[in-house]
T-cell receptor, first 115, second 113 residues
Framework: DADVTQTPRNRITKTGKRIMLECSQT?????MYWYRQDPGLGLRLIYY???????NKGEISDGYSVSRQAQAKFSLSLESAIPNQTALYFC??????????????FGPGTRLTVT | KNQVEQSPQSLIILEGKNCTLQ??????????LRWYKQDTGRGPVSLTI?????NTKSNGRYTATLDADTKQSSLHITASQLSDSASYIC????????????FGPGTRLSVLP
C-alpha cells in the first residue's frame, strides 16, 4: 500500500461549489503539506502543518483552508471553487533524515478541474 | 526573492545517450538541494539530496553536482533508458525546518527508442 494517499484522484466541479481533498499517510510523520502544480510552474505551497491542530499558511493560501484533526490526515478545502483553481494538487509528508535534513514524500496527486 | 530556475525546459534524447540538466538558484541562506523525478500523473520522488558541503552525489545512473559558490547544480543521466522519460525537478531549501522548499519548474525529458 502507498504511504501517502490522496482522494479523489480526479475531480470535476462547478464554479462556486465547496470541495474537499483528502490526504492520508501511514509513514507516521508529523509534518504534512499541500501544494498545487500548474503547467510550467514549480510546485507552490498552499498550507503546511507540523503537528495535529497546527496550521500555517503557505505562499498561495487565499481561497483554501485546511484541517489537521489527526496525525495521519490532512484535508484541503476549496470554499468556493473558481476556474483558476484548476490544477494538480499534491499532498506531502516529511521527516528528519539521519543527516538532519527533511525528506519529503509525495502522494499521487489529485487532478481538479473547475468549470 | 528566492527562485529556482531550470534549463532546458524540455529535452529529447535517444535511448542510451547521456544528458545533463541544469539548475540555478537564488535561495538564501542555503541549506540543501534536491533533485526529484516526477513521472506523468505521479507525485515527485527524490533522487538525490546535497548539503552545502557536498559537491557530487550519485544514485545509480543519476549523478548530481552542486557548486554552492555559483549557486548552480546539474543532474547528469548516463546511458538513458525509456523509463527515464519524466520531469526532473530541482528543489532548494533555505533551512532545515521543512516548510521552505523552493521548487523549480522542472525539465521535461523524453527518451526515444
Amino acid at each position: 500500500d502507498a504511504d501517502v494517499t490522496q482522494t479523489p484522484r480526479n475531480r470535476i466541479t462547478k464554479t462556486g461549489k465547496r470541495i474537499m481533498l483528502e490526504c492520508s499517510q501511514t509513514k507516521g510523520h508529523d509534518r504534512m503539506y499541500w501544494y498545487r502544480q500548474d503547467p510550467g510552474l514549480g510546485l507552490r505551497l498552499i498550507y503546511y502543518s507540523f503537528d495535529v491542530k497546527d496550521i500555517n499558511k503557505g505562499e498561495i493560501s487565499d481561497g483554501y483552508s485546511v484541517s489537521r484533526q489527526a496525525q495521519a490526515k490532512f484535508s484541503l478545502s476549496l470554499e468556493s471553487a473558481i476556474p483558476n483553481q484548476t490544477a494538480l494538487y499534491f499532498c506531502a509528508t516529511s521527516d528528519v533524515t539521519s543527516s538532519g535534513t527533511h525528506e519529503q514524500y509525495f502522494g499521487p496527486g489529485t487532478r481538479l478541474t473547475v468549470t | 526573492k528566492n527562485q529556482v530556475e531550470q534549463s532546458p525546459q524540455s529535452l529529447i534524447i535517444l535511448e542510451g545517450k547521456n544528458c545533463t540538466l541544469q539548475c540555478n538558484y537564488t535561495v538564501s541562506p542555503f541549506s540543501n538541494l534536491r533533485w526529484y523525478k516526477q513521472d506523468t500523473g505521479r507525485g515527485p520522488v527524490s533522487l538525490t539530496i546535497m548539503t552545502f558541503s557536498e559537491n557530487t552525489k550519485s544514485n545509480g545512473r543519476y549523478t548530481a553536482t552542486l557548486d554552492a559558490d555559483t549557486k548552480q547544480s546539474s543532474l547528469h543521466i548516463t546511458a538513458s533508458q525509456l523509463s527515464d522519460s519524466a520531469s526532473y525537478i530541482c528543489v532548494v531549501s533555505s533551512h532545515n525546518y521543512g516548510q521552505n522548499f523552493v521548487f523549480g519548474p522542472g525539465t521535461r525529458l523524453s527518451v526515444l527508442p
